[in-house]
């Protein structure tokens, strides 16, 4: 059975009710609310051939339906209009997210925190694996005669600063002479080909003086550059969920806590997701565990090499085309502000 206009504009009709009320629709509200032009009668016949052929489903305490699974991807697919952003909405997003190079990760959670007060859905950001990060400068800088801090800067405007603690005399001007010894032996090499390389191997003979202060410095200097490879995620609005009618069982509750909680899981789960912005809908989820959620992804990068990812989880009832342009602005508005915070120039398409 083909899907004509008439049942394609009753679907559409169906999804956006029930994404507004979380309420079974039912032809008669139906045809009061959405100016259809048929009876209720002849709506009711589109649903029940809908419901056959899988867009929807009958609650047995219900006289209405409501969308599959199925019904929501081919709104995702082709029936969904682009959402436009309100000016107070952009305004929020603009003044909130203010990128910092030094302070990357804290950028990073509060777009997860503004994702979860716009949409009103539980919200992440995470940090993609830094192993193709490319090295920009490091630097050691003097706090007192036995300690000293060690910052790794990326091209990503990934920092690292790391208190080290020296049982070795040192001067500044040691410190620095070591510092650019690093920059020059590790700029431009990724962090997987850094950790493959010893400095110490490097050095000339008018730095064979300072060796015992690098073989202090090179093993804390490695073990950063593991740490920033581990990824970064952050979960904000967790809570939202008790304000959704879907989860307002304990039972439903505590599954969805359980599974924003495994979180090393999690962001596996989303590093392998696709770049651009990524809907699943329910059982297309690899995670039984969300059958009954959503899940959109998003990606934003600089000079074409991937910075972070944000995303939502919610109910399969989700207002998808609010949600996606939203983190489409949000990801386009982290990408313009990242490169200003640069100094580089941005070009418009």
Do not use: W
Request: net charge negative; glycine share 4%; charged share 25%.
């Amino acid at each position: 059975m083909d899907i004509s206009e008439r049942k394609l504009q009753i679907l559409q009709a169906i999804i956006t009710d029930y994404v507004k009320s979380a309420e079974p629709v039912g032809s008669r509200s139906l045809a009061k609310k959405y100016g259809l032009g048929v009876s209720p009668a002849t709506i009711r016949n589109e649903m029940a051939d809908l419901e056959e052929l899988g867009y929807l489903t009958h609650p047995h305490t219900s006289a209405g339906r409501v969308p599959s699974d199925k019904a929501y991807r081919l709104y995702v697919n082709s029936l969904m209009s682009k959402h436009d952003l309100s000016p107070e909405e952009k305004e929020i997003i603009n003044e909130r997210m203010q990128v910092s190079v030094a302070e990357f990760n804290q950028t990073l959670q509060q777009a997860a925190e503004l994702l979860s007060d716009i949409t009103k859905l539980a919200s992440f950001a995470m940090t993609p694996s830094a192993s193709c990060d490319t090295l920009k400068f490091i630097r050691l800088l003097p706090v007192d005669e036995a300690t000293i801090v060690l910052m790794i800067v990326s091209d990503t405007g990934n920092v690292n600063n790391t208190t080290l603690k020296v049982d070795v005399p040192y001067t500044p001007e040691s410190l620095e002479v070591l510092s650019k010894s690093m920059t020059y032996n590790y700029k431009g090499t990724t962090i997987d080909e850094a950790l493959k390389k010893s400095i110490i191997a490097d050095f000339n003979s008018d730095l064979e003086a300072m060796s015992p202060l690098a073989s202090k410095i090179m093993p804390n200097f490695m073990k950063t550059l593991e740490d920033m490879l581990n990824v970064n995620l952050y979960m904000e609005g967790l809570t939202n969920i008790f304000n959704i009618p879907e989860y307002s069982s304990i039972d439903k509750a505590k599954a969805f806590i359980e599974l924003v909680s495994k979180k090393d899981e999690f962001a596996k789960d989303m590093l392998q997701r696709d770049d651009g912005i990524i809907v699943t809908i329910g059982d297309e989820n690899n995670d039984s565990s969300m059958k009954d959620c959503s899940l959109v992804t998003a990606t934003y990068h600089v000079d074409g090499k991937l910075i972070g990812k944000i995303g939502v989880i919610g109910p399969t009832r989700m207002n998808y085309s609010e949600v996606t342009s939203i983190m489409e602005y949000l990801t386009e508005n982290l990408s313009k502000s990242f490169l200003l915070s640069e100094g580089k120039e941005i070009k418009d398409d």
